[in-house]
C-alpha cells in the first residue's frame, strides 16, 4: 500500500513537538529510537528523520512528501513548495541586532555595513526592499559572537528570548519575519498519497482544536440560566441536565483556553458554582 512520506527532524527544537503532533493524532511509530526511518504500524506514513536544513530540498527532490519545519528554514531555502499548516510551536522571530552600545535611528545605519548570518536569502530580499547597500557574511553557527571579534557590524538571526543577545552585549533593532513551526510539501502530490494527506490534516486540525478548548462543567441555579448561556453559548448549544435540587440545573459546553480566565470569571458573576474544566482529546467541528 501507498505510503506519505514525512520528513521530520531528527534531533532539535522541532523533533520532540513534531512526534508528539504525529502521536496525538493516534499515530504509532515503531521504530521509536529514530534511527533513519519509521513506519506507523496504524497509518500509512513512513517518517524520514533529516536534519531541519535538509528537509525542504528533501521534498523538492521528492524524497519526502511532506516535512515540518521552521517557517524561517522554508523561506530561506526558497523551493516552490507550500504550507499546508501552521503548527504553532518552536516560535521565534528572526531580527536584525547590533551591539547595544551603538546608537541606532533607522535602517540607514546598515548603509555600506557588514551583517552576519545563516539566513543570506531571507536578509538579502529584506535589505534590497528596504534599499540598503549592507554586505552579507554568511555563517553556520553561532552569528551572536560575530559582532564582537570584528567579524560584523551586525547580526541577523532567530531570537526567542532574547537572551543570547542580551550575553552577547547585542540589542534587536529590527523584526524582519516571525517564525513557527509549518508543514510544508510539495503543491503537486498524487492523488493516491493526497488522500492520506487529508486524513491527517483532518486529525491535525482536531488535535488542535482540542488542544486550544477546553470542557467546561458547572452548577448553575435555574433563574440565571439565560444568562449563563449567554457567556457560554458552546459548539452548538450547551447541554443542560437536571440536578436532584430541582432549583439547579448543570450545564456541559466547551470553551476556548484564549477566553478561559474571562469566561469563570462572568460565569462566577452569574451565580455558577461548582465549576469543573478538563481537557479535550480530540474535536471534530
Ligand atoms: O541539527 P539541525 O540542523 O536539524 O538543527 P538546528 O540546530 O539547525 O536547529 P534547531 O533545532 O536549533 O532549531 C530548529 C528550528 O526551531 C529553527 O529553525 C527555528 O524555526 C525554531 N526555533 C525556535 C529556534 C529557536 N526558537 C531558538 N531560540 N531556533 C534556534 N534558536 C536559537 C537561536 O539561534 C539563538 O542562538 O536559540 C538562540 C536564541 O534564543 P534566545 O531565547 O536566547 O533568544
Ligand atoms: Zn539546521
Known amino acids: 500500500m501507498e505510503k506519505l512520506k514525512i520528513a521530520v527532524q531528527k534531533s532539535g527544537r522541532l523533533s520532540e513537538k513534531s512526534l508528539q503532533l504525529l502521536k496525538e493524532c493516534s499515530i504509532k511509530l515503531t521504530n521509536g529510537n529514530r534511527k533513519l526511518i519509521s513506519v506507523s504500524s496504524n497509518f500509512p506514513i513512513e517518517i524520514l528523520f533529516l536534519r531541519d536544513d535538509?528537509?525542504?530540498?528533501?521534498?523538492?527532490?521528492?524524497?519526502?512528501?511532506?516535512g515540518i519545519v521552521g517557517e524561517n528554514e522554508f523561506v530561506e531555502k526558497n523551493y516552490p513548495l507550500k504550507i499546508y499548516k501552521r503548527l504553532g510551536f518552536a516560535k521565534c522571530r528572526l531580527?536584525?541586532?547590533?551591539?547595544?552600545?551603538?546608537n541606532f535611528d533607522?535602517?540607514?545605519y546598515f548603509q555600506n555595513k557588514k551583517i552576519a548570518t545563516?539566513?543570506?536569502?531571507?536578509?538579502?530580499?529584506?535589505?534590497?526592499?528596504?534599499?540598503?547597500?549592507?554586505?552579507?557574511?554568511?555563517i553556520s553557527g553561532?552569528?551572536?559572537?560575530?559582532?564582537?571579534i570584528g567579524l560584523a557590524d551586525g547580526i541577523f538571526d532567530i531570537v526567542s528570548s532574547g537572551s543570547t543577545l542580551i550575553s552577547n552585549g547585542l540589542k534587536e533593532v529590527e523584526k524582519v519575519m516571525d517564525s513557527e513551526a509549518v508543514f510544508i510539501g510539495n503543491p503537486n502530490i498524487k492523488t493516491t498519497k493526497k488522500e492520506i494527506l487529508e486524513q491527517l490534516l483532518f486529525r491535525i486540525n482536531s488535535v488542535q482544536q482540542a488542544n486550544s478548548n477546553k470542557y467546561i462543567l458547572l452548577n448553575v441555579p435555574k433563574g440565571n440560566l439565560d444568562e449563563v448561556i449567554q457567556i457560554i453559548p458552546g459548539m452548538r448549544s450547551p447541554t443542560i441536565m437536571p440536578l436532584i435540587d430541582d432549583e439547579w440545573c448543570s450545564l456541559h459546553s466547551v470553551?476556548?483556553?484564549?477566553?478561559?480566565?474571562?469566561?469563570?470569571?462572568q460565569l462566577k458573576s452569574a451565580g455558577a458554582e461548582g465549576i469543573l474544566v478538563a481537557p479535550i482529546e480530540k474535536m471534530i467541528l
Open 54 to 66: 535538509d528537509i525542504p530540498q528533501s521534498i523538492y527532490d521528492s524524497v519526502a512528501d511532506i
Open 95 to 102: 531580527s536584525i541586532a547590533i551591539p547595544k552600545t551603538e
Open 106 to 108: 533607522s535602517l540607514e
Open 118 to 138: 545563516s539566513y543570506p536569502f531571507i536578509l538579502k530580499s529584506f535589505l534590497k526592499k528596504n534599499n540598503i547597500n549592507a554586505e552579507i557574511h554568511q
Open 142 to 148: 553561532s552569528v551572536e559572537i560575530s559582532p564582537g
Open 255 to 265: 470553551v476556548n483556553e484564549q477566553e478561559f480566565w474571562e469566561v469563570i470569571d
